[in-house]
């Protein structure tokens, strides 16, 4: 095949085949939905680098991005192959092309992505007009789900470096002062985050510049960050909560997200912002360049993150631990990805693969709790291994017909009394963060003292580096484990375990630390 795509006969153009993916300038971008504009299709590439090329092929639903170099076109189809981009619900799927440069006509569908390209490109990288401040301000509007301090971070520090942050409530939205080195930096957030949705139809980011030409910060902690000073004191962490919603909205770490549908929104988004990448920052937020997008691990933050297709709720577990080994003695169990996964949504069914027993499908009660665990969970460590979550092709997970035993690998839960959000308006719903090394224990009774959780904790082999009783209430505690990952074998195993006086155990992962 020529290595020279041409558009010159757009409709006899048969696209790429998919190849052994050596890297190209050149992006083949496959399933586009049919009324996508190139507008959207450019804004896939820019977060990455300079866009030089575009050829639409509106026919085949398909399209091809020239980048400025071959490494940002391998940093577009590394971040990509893990995080498949959604365009209005459709998953779109991006790969090397196996040509090598672009070349295009001048008939009027290619002269309208030419345009685009100008228009788009010229706005995006333009240094010529000065931004009227470093200092950006933030509005969520439409707050749905939580969105976090750190979060934004993570969004924004796409853009530039990060010099300061500060999250609050005023008028009963949410909203964040945002400080970068530069100008320059502010001008591309702006230009590409505003009116983005950070999940669809809701988390609105308004976007404006500041009058402020600096911001102070006093503290670091979950309401503001100084990344210029790692010293400064933490401070009271505790937020006021002036909307419902804010409950959640100073998490570390991830994105938070609530288990209902959010509301139809006005603005259609081109694409969805999913989750942030936990960070504990020990310094600046750096400028995701080169390879850094690269050895992002899931979830990343930044545009065209993956959502739950419209109904998709059945989830690809991969890379499990089918059996004991030198990495872990325990293997996976439905029973273990039931509770594991049981902490970000209802699940209703769980199946490890027969003949691929490092494959499972988890079936959530509705897709947006899917994608609630697949955010959260993914690159996680499970019994020695990192999880590797993917929506799943199947809309359920079958149950072995009658009489055909599947050596007890697929299980029903669909009655179990273990579900955490069963009821509406559930305060588990307020209660939903990221895999950490802390716990949260509640319906303690009176007579479990401190030394008797710690000790059953340890019957795992795990190692518990502090405890707290709640000083209001003995009934809950917090117990930090030596690692994210112990913390995880712990809640598997010690959720619900009955601890007498008809008291069991509710583990969950926590946001504070002792």
Known sequence: MSTTANGNDSKKFKGDIRGPGVP?????????????????????????????????????????????????????????????????????????????????????????????????????????LPAPSTVLRVVVENLIYPVTLDALCQIFSKFGTVLRIIVFTKNSQFQALLQYVDGASAQSAKLSLDGQNIYNGCCTLRISFSKLTTLNVKYNNEKSRDFTRPDLPTGDSQPTMEHPAMATAFTPGIISAGPYGGAAHGFPPAFTLQPAMTSHYPGLVPTMQGGALASLSLPGGRLGFPHMSAGVSVLLVSNLNPEPSLLSLKRVTPHCLFILFGVYGDVMRVKILFNKKEN????????????LAMSHLSGQQLHGKPLRITPSKHTSVQLPREGHEDQGLTKDYSNSPLHRFKKPGSKNYSNIFPPSAT????????????????????TSGAMVKAFKFFQKDHKMALIQMGSVEEAIESLIEFHNHDLGENHHLRVSFSKSSI
């Open 24 to 128: 190209s300038r050149v992006i083949h971008i496959r399933k586009l939905p049919t009324d996508i504009s190139e507008a959207e299709v450019i804004s896939l590439g820019l977060p990455f680098g300079d866009v030089t090329n575009l050829l639409m092929l509106k026919a085949k639903n398909q399209a091809f991005l020239e980048m400025n170099s071959e490494e940002a076109a391998q940093n577009m189809v590394g971040y990509y192959s893990t995080l498949v981009p959604i365009i209005r619900h459709h998953p779109v799927y991006i790969q090397f092309s196996n040509h090598k440069e672009l070349k295009t006509d001048n008939s009027p569908n290619q002269e309208r992505a030419q345009a685009a390209l100008r228009a788009l490109t010229t706005s995006h990288v333009d240094a010529a």
């Open 360 to 371: 499972a499908l988890v079936q959530m009660s509705d897709c947006t709790q899917a994608q």
């Open 439 to 458: 716990l949260h224990l509640s319906n303690i009774p009176p007579s479990v003292v401190e030394d008797d959780l710690k000790m059953l904790f340890s």
